[in-house]
C-alpha cells in the first residue's frame, strides 16, 4: 500500500516553515542576541582593542540549531503521521463480498392437460364412432355380426391414425429377436418381464418393439368450443 501523508501533516510542515521564517526575520532585524560584525568589521572591532562580536556565537547557534530542531520534529512527527493512516487503512475490515446467490431451482413441469387426449379420442369417435363400439355391451351379437362391424371402425380409425399421429417403433427389430437393453435405460420406454435380477445392460427376447408418437398433428379448436366434448349430442328438429 503506497504511504500517504494526511491532510493535517501537509498543514503542520507549512507551520513550522513559517515559524522558522518569522524567526529568521525577527533575529535579523530585531539582535536579540546584540549586535554581531561579520567578516572585515569583526577584525577591526579587535584591532581597536574591543572584544570582536560577543553575540556572534548565539546568533551561529540559533541558525544552526533552529533548523536542526524543526528538522527533528518533522522526524519525529511525520512518520508517525504515515504509519497512523497505514494502520487505519490495514485495520479497515475487508468488504463482506456478497452471497452468491443460490441458483434458482428448475421450474416444475407443465401440469398435464386432457384437451389433446379428448381431442384425438373426438377424431376416433367422429370417423370411426370407436367410443360408442367400445361402450356398447357385444355379448348379445355373434362373431359374424362383430367382425363386420368391427371391420369399418378399424378401416375409420386407421385413417385417424395414420393422419393424425405418426408413431414409430421404440426398439428396432422383429418380435423374437434377441435385443439388449443398456444401461440407463428410461424405464417408461422399455418394460421388462420374466426374471429381472442383476444389472443393466440385460439381453432378452423381444416381444414388442413398442410405438413412441414422434409428431402429433391435430386440428385447431374453433374458438369457444368445450374442450371436454368427446361427440356432441346430435338432435333432429322434425319439419
Known amino acids: 500500500m503506497q504511504a500517504k501523508l494526511k491532510p493535517f501533516a501537509l498543514i503542520l510542515i507549512v507551520l513550522l516553515a513559517v515559524v522558522l521564517a518569522v524567526g529568521n526575520y525577527v533575529v535579523m532585524t530585531q539582535a536579540p542576541f546584540g549586535n554581531c560584525l561579520i567578516g572585515s568589521q569583526a577584525l577591526v572591532g579587535a584591532d581597536l582593542g574591543g572584544y570582536g562580536s560577543p553575540g556572534c556565537p548565539n546568533y551561529m547557534y540559533y541558525f544552526v540549531g533552529a533548523p536542526l530542531v524543526v528538522g527533528l520534529l518533522l522526524l519525529l512527527i511525520l512518520p508517525n503521521l504515515v504509519t497512523r493512516e497505514e ?14 446467490r ?6 416444475p413441469p407443465p401440469k398435464p392437460t386432457t384437451e389433446a387426449a379428448v381431442q384425438l379420442l373426438a377424431l376416433f369417435q367422429r370417423e370411426g364412432r370407436l367410443v360408442d363400439f367400445l361402450r356398447e355391451d357385444i355379448q348379445p351379437y355373434d362373431d359374424s355380426q362383430i367382425g363386420a362391424a368391427v371391420r369399418e371402425i378399424h378401416k ?39 426374471n429381472v435380477s442383476g444389472e443393466p ?12 408418437a414422434a409428431q402429433v398433428k391435430l386440428p385447431a379448436q374453433p374458438a369457444g368450443q368445450d374442450p371436454k366434448i368427446v361427440a356432441p349430442a346430435e ?5
Open 87 to 100: 494502520r487505519a487503512q490495514e485495520a479497515k475490515p475487508a468488504p463482506a463480498q456478497p452471497e452468491s
Open 156 to 194: 375409420a380409425c386407421r385413417q385417424v391414425l395414420t393422419e393424425h399421429l405418426t408413431l414409430e417403433p421404440v426398439l428396432n427389430g422383429q418380435e423374437g429377436d434377441e435385443v439388449t437393453v443398456p444401461q440407463g435405460f428410461d424405464p417408461s420406454a422399455v418394460r421388462l418381464t420374466g
Open 201 to 212: 445392460p440385460f439381453r432378452g427376447s423381444l416381444r414388442h418393439a413398442g410405438w413412441r
Open 102 to 107: 443460490k441458483a434458482a431451482p428448475p421450474p
Open 235 to 239: 338432435v333432429e328438429i322434425p319439419e
